[in-house]
Nanobody
Framework: QVHLVESGGGLVQARGSLKLSCTAS????????VGWFRQAPGKEREFLAG????????YGTDSVKGRFTISRDNVKNTVYLQMNSLKPEDTAVYYC????????????????????WGQGTQVTVSS
C-alpha cells in the first residue's frame, strides 16, 4: 500500500505558476501509475494528467493541455504537476492518485480506477 501526500498548493495571481508535488511513503512510487485530478466546489472530480511507471504521459481535459505538465522523479519518490498560465477557473482542490495498473488500463474512468489517493492541496487563483 502506498501513502500519498500532495504539497505546493496556495494562492497565486492569474497568469502565475505553481508546481505541485505528490510524495509517497510506504512504497516506492516508481512502480505505480500516478495521476493528478482536481475538484472545484460543486463540480465533479476531473482527471488532469497521468504518468506511467516508465514515463509516458497522457492528459485529460483540454483546458489544461499546453499549460500543465506532469513529470516524475523516481529518486525522490515524487510526481510533479507544473501549472503555468493559471486562470481563476483552475481554482480547486488538487489530488494525486496512484495505481499499480498500467496507464492505458486506467483511461476509461480514471476517477473510479485509481486505488490510492492523497488528501488534496488547495489551489486558488485570483483574478
Amino acid at each position: 500500500q502506498v501513502h500519498l501526500v500532495e504539497s505546493g498548493g496556495g494562492l497565486v495571481q492569474a497568469r502565475g505558476s505553481l508546481k505541485l508535488s505528490c510524495t509517497a511513503s510506504g512504497s516506492t512510487l516508481s512502480i505505480y501509475t500516478v495521476g493528478w485530478f482536481r475538484q472545484a466546489p460543486g463540480k465533479e472530480r476531473e482527471f488532469l494528467a497521468g504518468i506511467s511507471a516508465r514515463g509516458p504521459t497522457t492528459y485529460g481535459t483540454d483546458s489544461v493541455k499546453g499549460r500543465f505538465t506532469i513529470s516524475r522523479d523516481n529518486v525522490k519518490n515524487t510526481v510533479y504537476l507544473q501549472m503555468n498560465s493559471l486562470k481563476p477557473e483552475d481554482t480547486a482542490v488538487y489530488y494525486c492518485a496512484a495505481d499499480i495498473a498500467p496507464l492505458w488500463r486506467l483511461g476509461d474512468n480514471p476517477v473510479q480506477a485509481y486505488d490510492y489517493w492523497g488528501q488534496g492541496t488547495q489551489v486558488t487563483v485570483s483574478s
